[in-house]
């Protein structure tokens, strides 16, 4: 199975960006589709971002659709989203996702979670 590892979160001011990574270990990244979900204090996980295993398709929520940009290196088992024009109903856990399957914006179709990185925008 794979494991996966966040980093990148932190503190940010509205309309700062922050590019957060999910490095994957101990399968090839490339068997996997990959996303991104969100989950603030007392709300449901939030799908925000899926890239195929290839990274030539990209599927966005329109929550963050212009604003988040996902993207992968196969080569360095990296999964990345960029966040701009970033506001304070932004703050959340974020995680990255794996899937034997394919794309979706559930989180039940994925089967692999890493711990998240918490992502705090101030006003």
């Known amino acids: 199975q794979v494991q996966l590892l966040e980093s990148g979160g932190g503190l940010v001011q509205a309309g700062g960006s922050l590019r957060l990574s999910c490095v994957a270990s101990?399968?090839?990244?490339?068997?996997?589709?990959m996303a991104w979900f969100r989950q603030a204090p007392g709300k449901e996980r939030e799908f925000l971002a899926a890239?195929?295993?290839?990274?030539?398709?990209?599927y966005y929520s329109e929550s963050v659709k212009g604003r988040f940009t996902i993207s992968r290196d196969n080569g360095k088992y990296t999964v990345y989203l960029q966040l701009n024009s970033l506001k304070p109903e932004d703050t959340a856990v974020y995680y990255c996702?794996?899937?034997?399957?394919?794309?979706?914006?559930?989180?039940?179709?994925?089967?692999?979670w890493g711990q998240g990185t918490q992502v705090t925008v101030s006003s």
């Open positions: 101990g399968r090839t990244l490339s068997r996997y589709v």
């Open positions: 996702a794996a899937s034997n399957g394919y794309y979706s914006d559930t989180s039940a179709s994925y089967n692999y």
């Open positions: 890239i195929n295993r290839g990274g030539g398709s990209t």
